[in-house]
């Protein structure tokens, strides 16, 4: 790796970090204007949830649970996002319980770890944040579509991250060989996972499909993720995380939001922050690079390609 070229998505990186938690504070600072919103009960809908066991993955879970969602966690010791052995294990366990999918919450991933591979050799951010959640999702649409209705849509909503604007996505180097950058990356992977969720709520679109998809900012949240930061950055962290970074509760609030809001009925292809939608970064919508980086993520995992059956 270039000595040179490090410390340019590093930068990149923290910096976006930096303007997240200045909006973060100043949002803080303002008075509420409405009442946290109240959210329609779930009883005999079945949810996934990826990362479930800590962080923002739980305060999800907890918060559906308590609508009354049968929530099945998805975590390291059920089903190891890194390898595509596993996630298709774990797709044949849900399978045999013979039930219905109504949410999908692709929430786990790791953060700027140093440079490794998965089981299947993918460089770990690249294979677990994105191919992991790309493979459990396509594994699982067929059940999502079976539950899906024309006035109650399936739902997945996949976590993001503002890092994502200033991600680079190099279809030629997916794997980040030619100079590793745990900060670039990291942004890689989030910028990937919102592709996606365009790509899929296009094919979603196309097929007649009642299952929409879209994509979640949580802002800067107080969680384990933060762990292979510098230590000066985890010391600030320490520091300041009660006034300056979210709760996971405040964290998970968006994706609850767009897994049970009615005000997402129907609503696909949206990048939400603070239950708003918002414009992500403008290389989101190149739909060639979405098609493109469909394409090749079908090929890794080994799947067929549907887009190619979308006329």
């Known amino acids: ?32 204007c409405s009442p946290a919103p109240v959210f329609p009960t779930q009883n005999g809908k079945v949810a996934i949830v990826t ?14 649970a308590r609508l009354g969602m049968h929530v099945i966690i998805v975590e390291f010791l059920y089903c190891d996002l890194a390898s595509m052995k596993s996630i298709r294990q774990f797709v044949q366990r849900f ?14 991933g790791v953060m700027l770890v140093p440079e490794r ?79 996606f969720t365009y790509q899929l709520q296009h094919l979603l679109t196309a097929n007649g499909s009642h299952v929409t998809a879209n994509v979640v900012d949580p802002g800067v949240v107080n969680t384990e993720l933060y762990k292979h930061v510098f230590w000066v950055v985890r010391v600030a962290k320490w520091m300041t995380a009660w006034l300056f970074f979210k709760t996971p509760e405040e964290g998970a609030s968006t994706t609850i939001y767009a897994a049970v809001s009615p005000e997402m009925e129907g609503i696909g292809g949206c990048y939400l922050y603070n239950e708003e939608r918002t414009k992500s970064a403008d290389i989101a919508y ?16 080994g799947i067929s390609d549907e887009s190619s059956r979308v006329p």
């Open 1 to 32: 790796m270039s000595l040179l070229s490090a410390p340019v998505p590093l930068l990149r990186v923290y910096w976006i970090g930096l303007l997240v938690i200045l909006h973060q504070l100043r949002h803080r600072l303002l008075p509420r």
């Open 286 to 301: 190149d739909g060639e690079l979405q098609r493109r980086l469909w394409r090749e993520s079908c090929k890794m995992v």
């Open 51 to 64: 990362g479930g066991a800590k962080g923002i993955g739980y305060q999800t879970v907890k918060h559906l």
């Open 117 to 195: 591979k998965t089981e299947d050799g993918f460089e770990e951010h690249f294979g677990l944040n994105y191919l992991g959640h790309f493979l459990l999702t396509n594994l699982l649409l067929d059940k999502l579509r079976q539950s899906g209705t024309h006035s109650h849509n399936a739902r997945i909503i996949t976590v993001s991250s503002a890092t994502h604007y200033v991600g680079k996505l190099h279809l030629s180097d997916l794997q980040s060989r030619c100079s590793y950058s745990p900060h670039g990356a990291y942004a890689q992977s989030k910028l990937a996972l919102v592709l």
């Open 95 to 108: 399978r045999a319980k013979n039930c219905p999918l109504h949410v999908l919450v692709n929430n786990a």
